[in-house]
């Protein structure tokens, strides 16, 4: 299906509707009660694990992932010509990168207020336009690096595809326990990971098949 712009193209279109759909439900009736319920959870075990899982794919950490993918990706089709091992770098490149981009950009369009502001003051919903940390909630951030870096993985290894996926599961997950996002917030960020991951994927893949 990646390898078809058609299919492809309808796969976001009833994805982004189904997100949105979503989004809308969780919005109205479930990040509130689901964000209160993580909110007594604080200072407890769950919470230190969930922290922990949540750095796993920090903002650093896939940033560094994105830059060497793509040096190593660029040095090995210079030096040894196209092939199933530079295209793959570049995919997870291209995957991690244009996700972080996208995402940091509609944190800033939307400008949603994270939970703590709801427990401060009672804040809860879109600002508009803001570079404020505790105003940039939706996406999930660690939600959407999850999923680009781990669905381009699953892309890589079908036969494990399963292990990557749970990961970032977990991640999102994770981000909600600890009280830095709602449901909402991170069923956002795993569309944008998985979109931005399945057109990287057209892009270095659809036209030429390589060899191993």
């Not at 299906?1 to 009736?29: A, C, E, H, P, Y």
């Not at 793959?88 to 400008?111: N, P, R, V, Y």
């Not at 994270?114 to 508009?128: M, N």
């Amino acid at each position: 299906m990646f390898r078809d712009s058609d299919k492809l193209g309808k796969w976001t279109l009833f994805t982004g509707i189904l997100t949105i759909f979503m989004i809308v439900l969780l919005f109205q009736f479930i990040d509130l009660p689901i964000a209160k319920a993580a909110h007594k959870l604080q200072n407890t075990f769950l919470v230190t694990v969930c922290k922990v899982i949540s750095d796993l794919v920090s903002e650093q950490v896939v940033q560094t992932i994105a830059f060497f993918t793509l040096l190593s990706g660029v040095y090995d089709t210079v030096v040894n010509g196209q092939s199933m091992r530079s295209r793959s770098l570049l995919f997870i490149a291209l995957a991690t990168g244009s996700a972080m981009l996208i995402g940091d950009e509609l944190k800033w369009f939307f400008g949603r207020c994270r939970p703590p502001l709801f427990f401060k003051d009672g804040s809860y919903g879109f600002t508009w336009f803001s570079t404020e940390y505790l105003k940039n909630s939706f996406p999930s951030g660690h939600t959407l690096r999850a999923f680009s870096l781990t669905s381009a993985i699953a892309l890589l290894l079908p036969k494990k595809r399963y292990i990557p996926i749970i990961a970032a599961v977990l991640v999102a997950i994770s981000r909600v326990v600890v009280g830095k996002h709602y449901p909402s917030d991170v069923i956002f960020g795993a569309f944008i990971g998985m979109t931005c991951t399945a057109w990287s994927y057209f892009f270095i893949f659809a036209k030429t098949r390589c060899p191993r």
